[in-house]
């Protein structure tokens, strides 16, 4: 009862944010606003700035940026304000998309060591499975913008961690949707879902025993004051999925629309090269403040995973490994 009136609440709330903003937009300019967790310095909300700025410089949009959860530190909150109709471009991810829009296919993009190369990503909207994924997304109100590589996630934690038995009891933060269950499930931690802004305090309070983040992140949060270790198992290859609603993009012109499309299309793929680049020096930052990296067995975590897929846990198609390859060219 009390989430029923909640959504009431909030779609109330987005009905008249987005006639407040659509009216400020028929004055002349389209307003939207680029809204995520991460911190100012991480690649993603670079990303952000760089679409926004470019989106004012053409003169049709009125664009800004929010990051740090400075509108919420909850994604997935975000994504139901954007879906409910406030003017929102929110950086989400695969997974959570999965889980919020009942679409489990679509996990594979981040299930663990499935992709493991970003340069696969520039050919991902031209394959059929992103364009019925897209469908299955828009008929629930939110359009599937943009895939942007966003770098490999490992182990942050209070304790050396070298194999997955390191892992066992200790409490972890990670994704609260399907893949970030399975992880915890075969790897053997306990899965801690809060949000990302909750999780520094939660490591310094010792309510945590650390978290699953890619190192952009984690040098944005300056995690090295909290964690002492870092466990290079790679399991996942985070993508940034950019949604926003499909009654943003219908309000717009269709000469303004393609312009907007296009604009994060073309940031996403720059960015994510941005991002691989610089994950080297984000390593480097966070041993100079004296974390130590533990290189691992990756066939070891591998392994351990491998049950996932053959008990079908995420609910997979048949053969969608094999076809999602296929149409990748891999």
Known sequence: MKRN?????????????????????????????????????????????????????????????LVAGALSSDTNALVTQAKLGIPLVVPSDPGRLASQFAIPDLNILMAPYILTDPAVLKNLPDTELFKEWSKKLEAQGIVFVANMYNGFRNFYTTKPVKTVKDLSGLRIRGFGNDIGNALAKYFGFANIAISFGEVFPAIQQKTLDGTEVQVSAAAGAAFW???????????????????????????????????????????ALEYGTIAEKDEAAYYDQMKQHGVILNEVNLKEFQDAIAPLYTNNDLKFSPGLKEKLFKQLGM
């Open 5 to 65: 009136k909640f959504l009431k609440a909030l779609a109330l709330l987005a009905a008249a944010f987005f006639s407040v903003a659509m009216a400020s937009g028929q004055a002349g300019k389209i307003p939207v606003t680029f809204a995520g967790t991460e911190a100012a310095t991480t690649t993603q909300s670079k990303m952000m700035q760089a679409v926004a700025d470019v989106l004012n410089t053409d003169g049709r949009f009125d664009a800004k940026v």
């Open 225 to 267: 004051d909290v964690t002492k270790y870092i466990a290079m198992t790679k399991h996942y290859m985070l993508q940034t999925s950019f949604v926003c609603s499909t009654r943003l993009l219908n309000s717009m012109p269709q000469e303004a629309k393609q312009f907007f499309l296009k604009t994060i299309r073309d940031k």
